[in-house]
Structures are given as C-alpha cells and as structure tokens.
C-alpha cells in the first residue's frame, strides 16, 4: 500500500494493522511467519515509497519506462504509441 501526504495517527495505524492480520488469521495462514514477513517487508516499502517521492510519484497507478513517467491519457492505444516511441528512440 502506497500513501503519500497523509498524516496516520497511531490508532489509525493500529487499526489498519490489526486488520491485516484478522485477515491472515481468517485465511488460516501460519501467523508467526506471517508477522515475520510482515516485519521484514518494512524496509522494502519504505525504500520503494521514498524511491516513489524522488521520482515525483503523487498518485497511483503511475507508470515509468527508462526512467521517464508517462503522462498521457491512460488508454492502452495512447500508452502503446508512447511505448513504441521509447523502443524506436533507444535503438
């Protein structure tokens, strides 16, 4: 989950946690892996998330190709021409 220029208070935090693991605890899933997998995937959304501010990421879906973020209509028609403009320049 990405999110940006939200301020989460504590119990809003607690919450969304607390949720997250009901659902793996109705999943029947092995909770003590579970909240290990948890807990290491915290250094990876923090690094993807200040990846994303870098970039200039303000919202989701946000698409990138070498390094440039498309800004055209979101419309396959218009993001495959932007694609085949990027294969025909990087040649």
Same mark, same amino acid.
């Given at each position: 989950?990405? +999110? $940006?220029? #939200?301020?989460?208070?504590?119990? *809003? #935090?607690?919450?969304?946690?607390?949720? /997250?693991?009901?659902? =793996? $605890?109705?999943?029947?899933?092995?909770? $003590?892996?579970? =909240? %290990?997998?948890?807990? =290491? =995937?915290?250094? !990876?959304? /923090?690094?993807?998330?200040? !990846?994303?501010?870098?970039?200039?990421?303000?919202? $989701?879906?946000?698409?990138? #190709?070498?390094?440039? *973020?498309?800004?055209?209509? %979101?419309?396959?028609?218009? +993001?495959?021409?932007?694609?085949?403009?990027?294969? %025909?320049?990087? *040649?």
């Amino acid at each position: 989950i990405f +999110i $940006t220029s #939200i301020e989460l208070s504590y119990s *809003r #935090i607690y919450s969304f946690v607390s949720c /997250t693991f009901g659902y =793996a $605890t109705a999943l029947g899933l092995d909770l $003590t892996k579970f =909240a %290990a997998d948890y807990a =290491a =995937a915290s250094a !990876q959304v /923090t690094s993807d998330a200040s !990846q994303g501010d870098k970039a200039g990421v303000d919202s $989701t879906p946000s698409l990138f #190709i070498n390094d440039r *973020r498309y800004e055209g209509p %979101a419309h396959p028609k218009y +993001i495959g021409m932007w694609i085949d403009e990027e294969v %025909a320049v990087n *040649r």
